[in-house]
């Protein structure tokens, strides 16, 4: 029993010897490590690019960037819904021409830029459909004009007319 004891003590405390003896430094010495660092050094400090021409054009600021993608636009006619915004016009050139004052005028000028393309009763909820969408009664969705946000509301549907509201202004209109 006593010889499985000391057994036991010597292959225990073996693997820690083995494993203190054999351990080495996984650092190179100094005068390798130099040449890494320098190597390193340059590296991190990248080349400073000469300046473009004035006179050529600037890939990731063209005019008329901030114009509305004509697929963008084309997908807004398909849909029915009023163009994208546009940006402001660059100096130099006319600026769009001024909205609608009031609520009345914004609401009807948006209505009129809506072309749904009819009506569709689904498990007995009308459902006003505007290109591919669906909209049903209560609906709130944004329209952009003239570069501002407005917030619609579908507040009722029948089978030939729709009505919209914004704000505390209510307008219906034929399909």
């Known amino acids: 029993m006593t010889s499985c004891i ?43 690019p000469e300046p473009v021409p004035e006179e ?26 009023p163009p994208p915004a546009q940006a402001p016009a660059a100096p130099g ?6 909205g609608p004052a009031s609520d009345r005028e914004i609401l009807v000028e948006l209505s009129s830029r809506l072309n749904p393309s009819g009506t569709l009763v689904l498990g007995g ?8 969408n669906r909209f049903e009664v209560g609906t709130r ?3 952009v004009f003239n570069n501002q946000d407005y917030e619609l509301e579908l507040v009722s549907i029948d089978r030939t007319t729709f009505t919209l509201r914004y704000r505390n202004e209510e307008t219906t209109r034929p399909f």
């Open 6 to 48: 000391v057994a036991l003590v010597i292959f225990a405390g073996l693997p820690g010897f083995v494993a203190t003896a054999s351990s080495a430094s996984d650092l190179l010495p100094p005068s390798r490590r130099e040449v890494s660092v320098e190597i390193a050094t340059r590296l991190s400090r990248p080349p400073v």
């Open 56 to 81: 050529l054009p600037q890939p990731f600021n063209p005019p008329d960037f901030s114009q509305p993608d004509p697929e963008e636009v084309k997908a807004a006619a398909a849909a029915g819904l």
């Open 93 to 98: 050139l006319p600026a769009a021409p001024a």
């Open 125 to 132: 909820k009308p459902l006003l459909i505007i290109g591919t």
């Open 141 to 143: 969705f944004g329209v």
